[in-house]
C-alpha cells in the first residue's frame, strides 16, 4: 500500500494554545492534546481563500476593525426566495412526509421511520439534496437544504428532517464532497444521493466526546487494507448496509513506510477518516450495540464493536493539509447551522399546539389567550423563531458564500438549542398537565427538545471554543511573541499583571530585550482604545429595529475593548477563568450579533410580524446584556408589553407568517361544559 499521499507525516508539534498550557503548567498530555487541535483548526483554515478565513469573517471583523461590516451581516433576499432548481423536489419531500403522517405509516413496528418512508424519499431526491448533479444528486445550496430542514421539521416530522442533517451534513456526504478523490466521489456519492446507502459518522466512543484527540479506535495498514479495532458509541443513523464516516487512528509512517514508535515503544499514531460500507448483517468483525436511550427513538442510535475489521485502503480521505481532525471539523458547522434549521421547525410546531389550546382552554370564563402571561409566552417563542431564522438563513448563506463560518456557526448553534429548552419550557407551562400525555408533543419528544444542547458540541464548551476562535488571531500575533521571548528570557509571566511589572521593573536589561514585542501589543492595544464608537445608519430600516443595530454595534465596540484587556489582565492565567470566559465575554458577543442579524433581517422580511418578533427578541437580548430587567425602566417595560400584545394577538389570529403550513396540532383529551371528556 502506497504511502506517498495516504499517509502524511505528524504535523510539528508547538503552536500558541500548547505553549500557553505549557508555561501555565498544564500537563503534557492536556497541552498536547489541545496542540492537536488547534493545529487542526490552522490547517482546516489553511485550505480557504484567506477572505473566507475566520479572521476575516463577519463576526471576527465586527470586534476587532475599526468599524463593523454590516452588509456581512444581512441575506439578500434573493438568497432565500425559494426559486431554487431543487424547489420542486423539496415540496415533493414534505408531501410525501405529510402523507405518512396522515396515513399513520410513518413509523414501522418499532417506532422507527420506516423503510418506506426512506424509499419514498429517495424517489423524491431527499437525500441526495447538496450532492452534485453530475452524481446523482439535486445540487441544491446549504441556504435551501436549512430551509427544507425547517419545513420538514414544522410541516412534517423532525426526526425525518435530522436524519437527512446527519446524511448531508456530519455524515459520510460531506466528507467525501469536500475530500474525496475524483475516483472516491464516483464510487460513493450516486449511492449516497440515490438513498442506496444512508451514511452517519463514526466519531463519539466510550472515552471521547468533547475530547476528540481521546480517539481510540485504530486502523492498522495489512496489503490492500485497513484492519480496523475498536469500539463507538452515540452513532445515530447506524444499521447494516450503511455507509459511514469512519474517525480512526493511523500509523504515522518512517520514510520507509514503516510504523514510527515513540520513545514510549507505542506506534505514533494520527488521526484518519475511512468511508466504510457497513456490512448488509452482523458478523464476527463487525456488531451493532443496542442500549436503551430516551433520545431520538425513532431512529437507530448505537454502539459499533469493530474487530479486525477490514476496509479498503482507498477508502482513505486524504485532506490537502492535516489529518483527519480537519475533516471532521469541516462537517461541524454545517451541522450546527443544520441543528438550528431544525430546532426553528419544531419550535413551529410547539407554538402552533399552544394557540389552539389558549384558545379551547379557559380560566374562570374566560380563554387563557386573554391572560397575560399566556400573551407573553406566546410572544416570546414567537420571537425566538425569528431569531433561529434569522441566524439559520445568516449562516446558511455565509457557508455558501465560501466562509468557514466557525464564529457564526457556533452562535446559531447555541441560541437555537437554548431556545428550544425555552419554548418547551413555555408550552409545558401553557399545557400543563397534558404536556405528559401519551401522543402530546412535549410527552413525546421531551428528551429530544433538550438533546441539541449537546450535539455538535455541548453548549458552554462552544461558548469556550467561540471565545478562544475570536481571540486567537490577536494571541498569535501580539501576545505569542511576547510569550515566545518571555520564555526565552526566563521571565515568568504565570503570575499576577503586579508581580510580572515588578518583575521587569526589577530587570530592566530583559525588558528592554522585550521592547518590540511590547510595543506591539500597545500599539495594537491603542488601536482597540481609540475606536469610541460605531454608527451607521440601514437604509429604510424601521426606527425600532435601527435602535437594536445601534446597540450592537455599540456593544462590538465594548466587546473588543474588554477581550483585550482581559487577555492582559489574566494572562496565562485566563484560560482556566471559564466562566469568565463563558458568561461574561462569549455570550454577551453572541447576545450580540444575534440582535443585529435578527434586526437586519426582519427589515429584509418586512411584514409587520417578523418586525414585532424581532424587536421583541431584542429587547429581551439587551436586557440579558445590560444586567437590566426590562421591567427596571417603566417606560421600556410598558413599550415591551405592548409589543408582546399586538404579537400575541396576530399569532392566534393566524396572521404570523411563520406558523403557515405548521402541523396542525389536537387538542387531547377534549371536554364538555359539564367537565366531562368527549375526546380522548
Excluded at 451581516?73 to 414534505?94: D, K, L
Excluded at 501580539?478 to 499576577?496: D, E, F, R, T, V
Excluded at 427589515?603 to 414585532?612: R, S, W
Aim: with cysteine; net charge positive.
Amino acid at each position: 500500500m502506497s504511502n506517498k499521499t495516504d499517509n502524511k507525516p505528524e504535523t510539528k508539534s508547538g503552536g500558541l494554545a500548547e505553549d500557553v498550557l505549557r508555561q501555565a503548567g498544564k500537563s503534557d498530555e492536556e497541552a498536547g492534546s489541545m496542540g492537536k487541535i488547534d493545529r487542526a483548526e490552522d490547517e482546516l483554515e489553511a485550505t480557504l481563500d484567506p477572505k473566507f478565513r475566520t479572521e476575516n469573517s463577519p463576526v471576527h471583523q465586527a470586534i476587532w476593525n475599526r468599524t463593523t461590516p454590516v452588509s456581512l451581516f444581512s441575506v439578500p433576499n434573493s438568497a432565500t426566495a425559494g426559486n431554487s432548481p431543487a424547489q420542486v423536489a423539496i415540496e415533493n419531500c414534505i408531501r410525501v412526509v405529510k402523507g405518512h403522517i396522515a396515513a399513520g405509516t410513518l413509523f414501522d413496528a418499532n417506532r422507527k421511520v420506516s423503510d418506506q418512508v426512506l424509499a419514498d424519499l429517495a424517489a423524491q431526491g431527499y437525500w441526495g439534496m447538496l450532492v452534485d448533479k453530475k452524481y446523482g444528486g439535486q445540487g441544491a445550496s446549504i441556504t435551501d437544504f436549512m430551509n427544507l430542514v425547517t419545513r420538514m421539521a414544522a410541516e412534517g416530522e423532525a426526526t425525518t428532517a435530522g436524519l437527512n442533517s446527519i446524511h448531508e451534513c456530519i455524515g459520510a456526504v460531506d466528507p467525501v464532497v469536500g475530500y474525496g478523490t475524483d475516483e472516491q466521489k464516483a464510487r460513493f456519492l450516486p449511492k449516497l444521493a440515490s438513498g442506496e446507502a444512508l451514511s452517519a459518522f463514526a466519531l463519539t466512543e466510550p472515552g471521547a466526546g468533547s475530547d476528540l484527540t481521546a480517539v481510540k479506535t485504530t486502523a492498522d495498514p495489512d496489503g490492500e487494507d485497513f484492519v480496523v479495532n475498536g469500539e463507538k458509541l452515540f452513532i445515530s443513523n447506524v444499521a447494516p448496509g450503511r455507509t459511514i464516516g469512519l474517525v480512526c487512528m493511523i500509523p504515522v509512517l518512517d520514510k520507509d513506510g514503516k510504523p514510527k514508535v515513540g520513545k514510549n515503544g507505542a506506534i505514533e499514531r494520527r488521526h484518519a477518516v475511512l468511508i466504510v460500507d457497513l456490512p448488509k448483517e452482523e458478523n464476527e468483525n463487525f456488531k451493532l450495540v443496542n442500549y436503551p436511550i430516551h433520545a431520538v427513538k425513532h431512529i437507530y442510535n448505537r454502539g459499533i464493536i469493530f474487530t479486525n475489521f477490514r476496509v479498503p485502503a482507498k477508502n482513505l480521505l486524504v485532506p490537502p493539509v492535516g489529518d483527519g481532525l480537519t475533516i471532521a471539523y469541516h462537517g461541524l458547522n454545517r451541522g450546527r447551522v443544520a441543528l438550528c434549521a431544525n430546532a426553528a421547525g419544531v419550535m413551529r410546531q410547539l407554538l402552533g399546539s399552544m394557540v389552539p389550546w389558549s384558545q379551547y382552554r379557559k380560566t374562570y370564563g374566560e380563554p387563557i389567550k386573554m391572560r397575560a402571561l399566556v400573551k407573553r409566552r406566546v410572544a416570546r417563542v414567537a420571537s425566538l423563531i425569528v431569531g433561529a431564522d434569522a441566524l439559520r438563513d445568516w449562516g446558511s448563506h455565509l457557508l455558501d458564500e465560501g466562509y468557514r463560518g466557525e464564529l457564526e456557526c457556533v452562535i446559531a448553534k447555541i441560541y437555537a438549542s437554548e431556545a428550544l429548552i425555552e419554548t418547551t419550557r413555555l408550552a409545558l407551562k401553557t399545557h400543563g398537565g397534558r404536556s405528559f400525555l401519551g401522543g402530546h408533543i412535549i410527552g413525546d419528544n421531551l428528551h429530544d427538545f433538550f438533546a441539541p444542547s449537546i450535539y455538535e458540541g455541548e453548549n458552554e464548551m462552544l461558548a469556550m471554543a467561540f471565545f478562544k476562535s475570536l481571540i486567537k488571531q490577536f494571541g498569535t500575533k501580539y501576545m505569542g511573541p511576547m510569550l515566545a521571548k518571555s520564555a526565552a528570557l526566563g521571565i515568568n509571566l504565570n503570575q499576577s499583571p503586579a508581580k510580572v511589572t515588578l518583575q521587569m521593573a526589577t530587570r530592566p536589561d530583559k525588558a528592554f530585550k522585550m521592547r518590540k514585542e511590547i510595543l506591539s501589543v500597545v500599539g495594537r492595544a491603542l488601536g482597540i482604545e481609540t475606536r469610541f464608537s460605531d454608527k451607521q445608519k440601514v437604509r429604510g430600516l424601521d426606527g425600532r429595529l435601527q435602535a437594536h443595530v445601534d446597540f450592537a454595534l455599540s456593544q462590538f465596540v465594548k466587546n473588543g475593548k474588554d477581550l483585550y484587556r482581559t487577555m492582559l489582565t489574566h494572562g496565562l492565567k485566563l484560560q482556566d477563568e471559564q466562566e469568565l470566559m463563558v458568561d461574561v465575554l462569549s455570550m454577551p458577543i453572541q447576545q450580540a450579533v444575534t440582535i443585529l442579524v435578527t434586526a437586519l433581517h426582519a427589515h429584509a422580511k418586512g411584514d409587520e410580524g417578523t418586525k414585532l418578533a424581532a424587536d421583541l427578541l431584542c429587547m429581551d437580548l439587551r436586557a440579558q446584556i445590560t444586567g437590566k430587567a426590562v421591567k427596571a425602566d417603566g417606560k421600556t417595560y410598558r413599550k415591551y408589553i405592548r409589543t408582546a400584545n399586538k404579537l400575541a394577538d396576530l399569532v392566534v389570529k393566524g396572521e404570523f407568517k411563520q406558523l403557515e403550513g405548521t402541523l396542525d396540532t389536537p387538542v387531547l383529551r377534549q371536554y364538555d361544559g359539564n367537565g366531562r371528556t368527549i375526546a380522548r
